[in-house]
DNA sequence: GTCCAGGATTCAG
DNA sequence: CTGAATCATGGA
């Protein structure tokens, strides 16, 4: 297809800067799969409705989009917490007295949760299990190429709930989902009856909306926190996935706990925005980048919240 | 070939 | 309730 025009760069203006560096790991850090780096630099993804570019010129942050898309501009400035208000729940964070995370705090300095949508969270991640980050990618990939609705020059909105549900099995075996594709099916068909479910589920409380999260069939404790948190901008959330089992052993000395005990630790001790402290650990953890803690664990075991 | 991946589900005890 | 087996798939 012609390509149709974009916009030049423009700056675009946050509360706080992105540094240049942080750029990949803020759209390709494991938040969302659907950021793809272009030659020179800059990324290329698509969020929502909304395709975009972005990059870190000598300028500071700058975008651009097709031309004719009026709302990109402001699509971004909410996506990137334009208003800033992660830099100030930052501030609740013990990075002041952890050593761990002020070493991941500035290995990874403005680093942020991306405020995704519900639906592109829950299929970024009902794909997850079990997979590395670039296989999610192509696997989300797929299914928006096959399935989704085109935005012009090849790329495509993720696919709606009544499209999943409704794909043949070779449409869908050709994505690479392996047995996420149940996953996929299952949570379509549920979801397709209630249109409104994501408004719904964000008048939960977190904790109920992490349980009714889970009633979603390939969704378990991990899954549900991470949409939370990065679907519903439940900073509080704390999900544990392998990196950071390997994190808190090796850093906090937790060696042996359990996800669920680890995710009691992670609220107790990061506290209303332990997300985010988790994001830092992530990154931090799978870059090599972490620093062992003198720390001293915690001599009480949380208990595990009740399960449904 | 073996092991692992931003795990969830099912089953045995 | 807990722990192990199983689930597809691809890359190291």
């Not at 938040?31 to 409705?49: A, L």
Request: glycine share 8%; proline share 7%; net charge positive.
């Amino acid at each position: 297809m012609a390509s149709a025009e974009w916009t030049p760069w423009r700056p675009l203006r946050l509360a706080e800067a992105i540094p240049a560096s942080m750029l990949a790991e803020q759209l390709d850090g494991g938040q969302s799969f659907r950021w793809t780096e272009s030659p020179d630099g800059s990324w290329v993804g698509v969020f929502g409705r909304t395709l975009a570019a972005l990059r870190v010129s000598a300028q500071g942050l700058e975008w651009r989009g097709p031309k004719q898309a009026a709302h990109t501009e402001a699509a971004l400035l909410a996506y990137l917490d334009a208003a800033g208000t992660q830099a100030r729940l930052v501030e609740s964070l013990p990075w002041r007295s952890d050593p761990v995370l002020r070493a991941a705090r500035e290995a990874y300095p403005g680093l942020r949760i991306l405020r995704q949508d519900p639906h592109e969270a829950l299929i970024g991640f009902l794909c997850s299990s079990n997979k590395r980050i670039l296989q999610i990618r192509v696997m989300v990939a797929a299914l928006a190429t096959k399935l989704g609705e085109p935005l012009g020059e090849g790329f495509h909105a993720l696919p709606t709930w009544a499209a999943i549900a409704s794909a043949d099995d070779a449409t869908l075996r050709a994505c690479s989902l392996g047995y996420r594709a149940a996953y996929l099916r299952g949570t379509a068909k549920l979801l397709l009856a209630r249109p409104r479910w994501a408004e719904e589920f964000a008048a939960l409380p977190t904790a109920a909306l992490l349980e009714e999260l889970q009633t979603l069939p390939g969704v378990g404790p991990k899954v549900a926190a991470c949409v939370a948190l990065f679907g519903f901008g439940r900073l509080e959330s704390f999900p544990v996935d392998t990196w950071v089992v390997q994190a808190l052993a090796d850093a906090y000395g937790l060696h042996g706990w359990k996800p669920a005990q680890l995710e009691q630790f992670g609220k107790a001790h990061f506290g209303e925005a332990a997300g985010l402290a988790q994001q830092y650990l992530f990154s931090a953890a799978r870059h090599g980048k972490l620093v062992r803690a003198e720390v001293r664990p915690p001599a009480k075991t949380p208990r595990p919240r009740r399960k449904r």
